[in-house]
């Protein structure tokens, strides 16, 4: 069996995560990758910031020849393309005529943000869809392609506990600055409650409270193994929802228990399907969140309980990237040798 990964294989990426994996359990296959991260590490900025925003210019350009010129072999019986914005339809009909299935995977929403006129033109030339966003489900349906409908994940070889209970400390959110999110940190730092904090477009939060010997910013971007370590590191997980989209879940709603964290996010549907009342903290209003989380620091035997449990609840569900692999190779009959 010959088949062939293209994504974004850069250290640390979930696409990487998700590739490993699928090479794990097809470990009698000829398992070759294409990583579309080398084009883009070798794009300036200008050209990067076209193509991910508009999808044009040479960074679209030089992907796709990239592709074509790095296929090892004539036929594949599987070709998986993560997150295939920037792919033309022209390189999927090639590698359509070349392969025995073609499936395209992304956690990503792909029509309510990270729109691509080139994916949705190639869309009706994959055997399958694969999403984590229920509420686009019907959206992939639309242009006739077969859909699968599947949660995030999270990597146990890297979102594990690092720290004991006792090392722990306050509160943790890894992720883009939101509205909503930007006044609850706000009312949580404001409420001397430790908080680290991480991502892009913080810089009126941080200018606000640069002084606060409570609040630790840890920069704009923080990938892989300090990721983990710094979820690890807090008595609570922020699980943030965006509000700019539909969102029910997220890869924070596994990666915070994975990491022996425990998880505060919004109750709905979905995340109350994942987890029981004694699993999480789960909050209806944003703004009981910070009373909530004031408890929950108090009484840290209470904390402890609900993080264990939730670290083993999302271990007995499966959640895992490779139990989630394993289950989509079933899906698009694809037998898994392990």
């Keep these: 069996m010959k088949v062939l990964y293209i ?25 070759s990758v294409i990583d579309t991260s080398i084009v883009l590490e070798n794009t ?23 592709i074509i010129h790095n296929l090892p072999h004539e036929y594949y019986d599987l070709v998986w393309i993560d997150k295939g914005v920037f792919i033309k339809p022209t390189v999927v009909q090639l590698l359509k005529k070349r ?9 990503d929403p792909a029509f309510t943000c ?23 489900e019907e959206n992939y349906k639309q242009y006739g392609v ?13 979102h594990k506990p690092y720290h004991s209970f006792k ?31 991480a991502g892009i477009k913080w810089n009126k939060l941080l200018n606000r409270y640069k002084h606060k010997a409570n609040f630790v910013y ?24 965006s509000k700019w989209i539909p969102e029910t879940h997220t890869t924070r709603t596994f990666e915070i228990p994975a990491c022996g964290t425990a998880l505060l996010t919004e109750r709905n549907k979905e995340t ?34 609900i993080t264990i449990r939730g670290a083993q609840r999302v271990i007995k569900s499966f959640r895992d990237y490779k139990s989630i692999m394993r289950s989509v190779l079933d899906q698009i009959e694809m037998r898994s040798d392990v």
């Design 44 to 66: 300036s900025r200008i050209f990067r910031s076209m193509g991910w925003r508009w999808k044009i210019g040479p960074f679209i350009n030089n992907i796709n020849s990239y």
């Design 218 to 241: 840890k920069g704009t971007e923080i990938l892989g193994e300090d990721y983990a370590k710094t979820i690890s590191s807090a008595q609570i997980g922020l699980g943030f929802l």
């Design 272 to 305: 109350s399907s994942f987890f029981n009342e004694d699993e999480v903290i789960f909050y209806d209003d944003k703004n009981d969140i910070a009373e909530l989380v004031k408890h929950y620091l108090s009484h840290p035997e209470i904390l402890q309980a």
């Design 114 to 136: 990270h729109r691509s006129k080139l994916f949705f033109d190639s869309l009706p030339l994959y055997d399958y869809c694969i999403t984590t966003k229920q509420f686009e």
């Design 99 to 107: 392969s025995g299935k073609i499936v395209h995977f992304t956690p």
């Design 7 to 31: 994504g974004l294989y850069n250290e640390g990426s979930t696409a990487k995560m998700r590739g490993e994996y699928l090479r794990e359990l097809l470990p009698s296959a000829d398992f």
């Design 146 to 158: 077969k859909t699968i409908v599947c949660t995030q994940g999270y990597d146990p070889l890297l």
């Design 167 to 197: 090392e722990k400390k306050g509160v943790v959110f890894i992720g883009h600055k939101e509205d909503e999110r930007e006044e609850i940190i706000s009312k949580l730092i404001e409420a001397d409650i430790h908080v680290v904090l």
